[in-house]
């Protein structure tokens, strides 16, 4: 069902990758209830919500794409969520912006249904592809290193060298070394065995705490948000929310879009231009989200922490299988989790390596050509700088279409790329992001 020797892998390898990309993203669980309880959703019906739609989205993606790829409520997406559209909209409670949520879910499911998404994957230009991919890894080494402190915020230069003496610090720092020793000597599932000796270190230290025990039952204290699509739909048009829709729509589409290219390329799926199986692994997405708002969560999106699974040898369904179970089991043990994933110092290692992993792609870009190059450092530029893979799309979308033009070569731009150009320049230009 998965081929795993087509793929070149073996069980033992694929689950050690599944508890890799577990341990890089379960923070989700903690890090989303605190943004979204800011728009007054309860802590406990986001937690077991993102669970939900983690464990949804992911399982489709095992079992029907076999790809080893995540998918999670997405980081930015909520902070718009609660911020964007729930505070600025000061009518507008969360269950009418759930209902946004969700329309943009249906709507992203029928999109995912027709080819226009798996041609969408085709038309993005190959340079564009290597830019993502080496911006996603830019911007994942960059969080790993502004978590744990060794960057850190600074009044005139915006980012500086963090304490070096803190014990965050210290420990990401000897979890780097530890984790780098053993990839360098070539031990399957370094990044995994990284992890665990710096939270056994963490624990000895007395960063690493349990002090609210271990167990604790799931629970949605307000049942179904969402239980009508009528009236979810009734919602958007009476408060006028298309635009917030619309903004949903495009973010979540090239975030994910551009997340699956990424990992795709990283762990040797791309098939040329296309990616095998596109519309059932863009569906696990779409109808997470769909779900997801459901309960009460934000949209999701593909994970890039996925591509630490793929640097410990995940390449089939099988390492995202054994994420979703690891979720599901997660759903009963969220003090522990809470107090793991709490410690960045514990995952940011492998998130700095597999950054310098995807940094690779760089040699790939046409760097003598100019209207094929300035695009694609524009993406690997603004990713980290704007902490938003969708934004840094959107940058190398309305400037690749603008040199070829003024280079005389508009044939060569799909039409799909100038669709998209105007759609971000609208975007950026008008609505809030």
């Not at 917030?244 to 799926?269: E, K, P, R, Y």
Request: net charge neutral; proline share 5%.
């Amino acid at each position: 069902m998965f081929d795993l020797t087509k793929h070149n892998t073996n069980l033992k390898t694929e689950i050690i990758a599944g508890f890799t990309t577990f341990l890089t993203m379960v923070y989700i669980i903690v890090v989303n209830p605190v943004v979204l309880s800011d728009a007054g959703v309860p802590f406990s019906q986001v937690f077991t919500a993102t669970i939900i739609a983690t464990v949804i989205g992911t399982l489709w993606m095992a079992l029907f794409a076999n790809y080893p790829i995540a998918i999670a409520p997405g980081m930015g997406l909520n902070a718009y969520f609660a911020y964007s559209v729930v505070g600025s909209h000061g009518n507008i409670s969360y269950e009418v912006a759930f209902s946004a949520v969700f329309v943009a879910g249906i709507i992203f499911v029928i999109l995912s249904l027709t080819p226009f998404r798996s041609k969408l994957i085709e038309a993005i230009p190959e340079n564009l592809k290597h830019g993502i991919t080496a911006g996603i890894g830019l911007f994942i080494a960059f969080i790993g290193m502004r978590l744990t402190g060794i960057i850190q915020a600074h009044p005139q230069n915006l980012v500086a060298l963090g304490d070096l003496h803190s014990p965050s610090v210290i420990l990401t720092l000897v979890g780097l070394a530890v984790t780098l020793v053993l990839m360098s000597l070539g031990v399957n599932g370094a990044l995994f065995f990284g992890m665990v000796i710096t939270g056994v270190i963490a624990y000895f230290t007395g960063q690493l705490k349990f002090e609210k025990g271990f167990v604790s039952m799931p629970s949605l204290p307000e049942g179904l948000v969402v239980a009508n699509p009528l009236t979810a739909i009734s919602d958007v048009i009476h408060y006028g929310l298309y635009a917030v829709v619309f903004s949903f729509l495009l973010v979540t589409i090239f975030d994910t879009t551009g997340t699956m290219i990424g990992v795709a390329q990283q762990a040797g799926l791309m098939k040329g231009k296309t990616m095998p199986r596109a519309r059932e692994a863009l569906l696990s997405d779409s109808i997470a989200t769909t779900i997801g708002a459901m309960f009460g969560t934000s949209p999701t999106s593909a994970y890039i922490e996925s591509s630490s699974g793929v640097a410990a040898g995940g390449r089939t369904g099988i390492t995202a299988l054994t994420v979703a179970i690891l979720f599901i089991l997660s759903a009963f043990f969220g003090p522990l989790v809470g107090a793991v994933s709490g410690i960045s110092a514990i995952t940011a290692p492998a998130l700095i390596i597999v950054g310098s992993l995807m940094m690779g792609n760089i040699a790939r870009i046409q760097w003598d050509q100019l209207d094929e190059a300035f695009p694609a450092f524009l993406i690997i530029l603004s990713m980290p700088l704007t902490s938003s893979i969708a934004t840094g799309i959107a940058l190398g979308f309305i400037s690749y279409p603008l040199l070829k033009i003024t280079r005389g070569k508009w044939r060569e731009v799909h039409p799909l790329v100038y669709i998209f150009a105007v759609l971000f320049f609208y975007q950026l230009a008008f609505l809030p992001h």
